[in-house]
């Protein structure tokens, strides 16, 4: 991708990825320039050439001004370069994919019933998510920003998801219960029914669906498709491979119910509706819409499948960036999946906020 530019920055002012990334290259501009120029003397050196300034007989209040100016230049410019070493120290907003480094290696190991996948050496990308991150590897528990959702707020106790996404559920679940209508006159009852899933979760429903043992509809996939390639066609209808789920972002949430039934009743139609209309003002987007309504491809349509848009769009990002680069793998059926079109027809399978596009995710 070509420099950006402050023009096209400025179209742009709430992206924060747009932002980040002309940071990046103004950073690069700044450390050349700075190999170029003489030191600069630090404050204690500054202060005694002024000192000796003073003492040689200068105007003092001449010399008062000018001293000030000085002063505040040369701390100015010490508290630029500390805070762009340290950007550049603790991490790498966007990683280039030739810095991004193939698997060395990749195995299924087990160790009784955890597996072990072995990552390749990725680099940090913005924000702070890493490819565990992304892949639910990392243990929420061990993350400052996750949360345990409280017990009245969920349907079973020890779910977590990020605290941004928790802080703006509490205002959609109170703007919910205020509703009235004819047809919900008491308002909605908003619980989050899932949240963070992490790789194992996820591994245990996909590997149950491949080999039988759980039935999808009352049907076993392994014998109406003994064919590996069309029973994974079948599983992607409604579920992501372990290390692809969006659930492992912490971003999204399962909201009413997830038996599509549930919402060809009149009061589960009624409150879709209402979240549809009112959920993205307070910061949440459904995720899988009908294929054809704002997205071409990816899992059917989940009504409810809600994403948080502000932390979503960034782990869609890292995800997008990050999956590309490895071949799936630690769970039944893996070999037959290709990075390139999971993330093409999957990670990016989704419907975005309005009048938002999804080239302008595709960073890489």
């Known amino acids: 991708m070509s420099d950006l530019s402050e023009q096209q920055l400025s179209k742009n002012p709430q992206d924060d990825l747009l932002q980040e990334r002309l ?13 170029q120029k003489p030191p600069v003397p630090n404050s204690k050196a500054l202060n005694r050439k002024l000192t000796n300034q003073a003492k040689s007989g200068s105007n003092p209040q001449e010399l008062n001004q000018i001293t000030k ?57 913005s924000g702070g998510i890493t490819l565990a991150n992304v892949m639910g590897l990392t243990p929420p528990d061990q993350r ?23 802080q703006d559920f509490l205002k959609l679940k109170e703007a919910a219960a205020n509703v009235r209508t004819a047809e919900l006159p008491h308002g909605i009852r908003l619980e989050i029914l ?9 591994k ?15 049907v076993n996939l392994k014998e109406a498709f003994p064919d590996p390639r069309e029973r994974i066609e079948e599983i992607l209808k409604f579920s992501a491979p372990p290390g692809l789920s969006r659930h492992h972002y912490g971003t999204d949430i399962d909201l009413l119910s997830t038996d599509p039934e549930y919402f060809l009743t009149e009061k589960g139609a009624a409150e879709y509706q209402w979240l549809k209309e009112n959920a993205p003002a307070l910061g ?40 590309r680069q490895i071949q799936p793998t ?7 999946l290709s990075p390139a079109q999971m993330v093409d027809n999957f990670v990016l399978g989704i ?14």
């Open 194 to 202: 899932s949240g963070y899933r992490s790789f194992e979760r996820q």
């Open 351 to 364: 419907k975005f906020p309005s009048g938002e596009k999804k080239e302008k995710l595709q960073i890489f």
């Open 69 to 125: 100016k000085q002063m505040e230049m040369f701390l100015k410019q010490d508290r630029i370069r500390t805070e762009l070493r340290e950007k550049l120290q603790n991490k790498t907003p966007f990683p280039k994919l030739s810095k991004l480094s193939k698997p060395k290696e990749q195995r299924n190991e087990k160790a009784g019933s955890t597996t072990k996948i072995v990552l390749p050496e990725l680099s940090m990308f």
């Open 23 to 35: 940071l990046q290259e103004r950073i690069t501009k700044w450390q050349a320039q700075e190999r």
């Open 330 to 336: 630690g769970f039944l059926g893996a070999e037959y």
């Open 144 to 166: 400052k920003d996750f949360i345990v959702i409280p017990r009245e707020f969920a349907n079973k106790p020890g779910m977590y998801v990020l605290e941004e996404v928790y």
């Open 284 to 323: 949440f987007n459904q995720t899988y819409t009908e294929i054809g309504d704002g997205r071409e491809t990816g899992h059917s349509k989940e009504d409810w499948h809600w994403t948080h848009k502000k932390t979503g769009d960034l782990y869609t990002v890292a995800a997008s960036t990050f999956l």
């Open 204 to 218: 245990a429903i996909w590997d149950g669906k491949f080999s039988g043992t759980i039935l999808v509809q009352g």
